[in-house]
């Protein structure tokens, strides 16, 4: 199975800041990385797919890049309603596996 | 719109079996594949496997001998079936719409308890 290492665990920023989550793989993945937000107590919701395109309705302030084993979430000016969890998942080999996971908050 | 709907038993008695049923709708079935995903308590996303727009499936190898995937397109409705249910099963179970490996669309999930 492909291991999916997310860093950092968990992430305290200012309102305004930009911030990067990444996700390394264990062997190439060919950009096919997605990542997910998911609020406190709802449903996990599509923000990237095939490691850089904007999923329907995402804001414009989410992005994402990388390629090969290495991949990077990034939330430009960040708001008060980013405070969430994101996971990135790979989906070049089956299973499908999840990152651990990354814990945003407001400082 | 795209919307799924998860249904399920809430808790079920540990050896048992586990039967989840998601009832999707604004798509069908035999054109994008159906994920299930389940969060324990806590923790973060297990894949758990896939049924695909031709019907084929793929599992979780770690969960593979107790998993079965399955549909009715009639009903646009997917089934999970898993047996030999223990605790550390409990979890969330959620469906999402996938017309490649992502995930587009979720559910809001169904809580289920294994309890003995």
């Known amino acids: 199975d492909i291991q999916m290492t997310q860093s950092p665990a968990s992430l305290s920023a200012s309102l305004g800041e930009t911030v990067t989550i990444e996700c390394r793989a264990s062997e190439d993945i060919y950009s096919n990385l997605a990542w997910y937000q998911q609020k406190p107590g709802n449903s996990p919701q599509l923000l990237i797919y095939?490691?850089?395109s904007l999923a329907d309705g995402v804001p414009s302030r989410f992005s994402g890049s990388g390629s090969g084993t290495q991949y990077s979430l990034k939330i430009n000016s960040l708001q008060s309603e980013d405070v969430a969890s994101y996971f990135c998942?790979?989906?070049?080999?089956?299973?499908?596996?999840f990152g651990s996971g990354t814990k945003l908050e407001i400082k | 719109q795209v919307q799924m709907k998860e249904t399920g038993p809430g808790l079920v008695q540990t050896t048992q079996t586990l039967s989840v049923t998601c009832t999707v709708s604004g798509f069908s079935l035999t054109s994008y594949g159906v994920h299930w995903v389940r969060q324990a308590p806590g923790k973060g996303l297990e894949w758990m496997g896939i049924i695909w727009g031709d019907g084929s499936t793929n599992y979780n190898s770690a969960l593979k001998s107790r998993l079965s995937i399955s549909r009715d397109t009639s009903k646009s409705q997917v089934f999970l079936t898993m047996n030999s249910l223990q605790t550390d099963d409990t979890a969330v179970y959620y469906c999402?719409?996938?017309?490649?490996?992502?995930?587009?669309?979720w559910g809001q999930g169904v809580m289920v308890t294994v309890s003995s």
């Open positions: 999402a719409e996938g017309a490649y490996g992502s995930a587009h669309y």
């Open positions: 998942q790979q989906y070049n080999n089956y299973p499908f596996t």
């Open positions: 095939d490691a850089n």
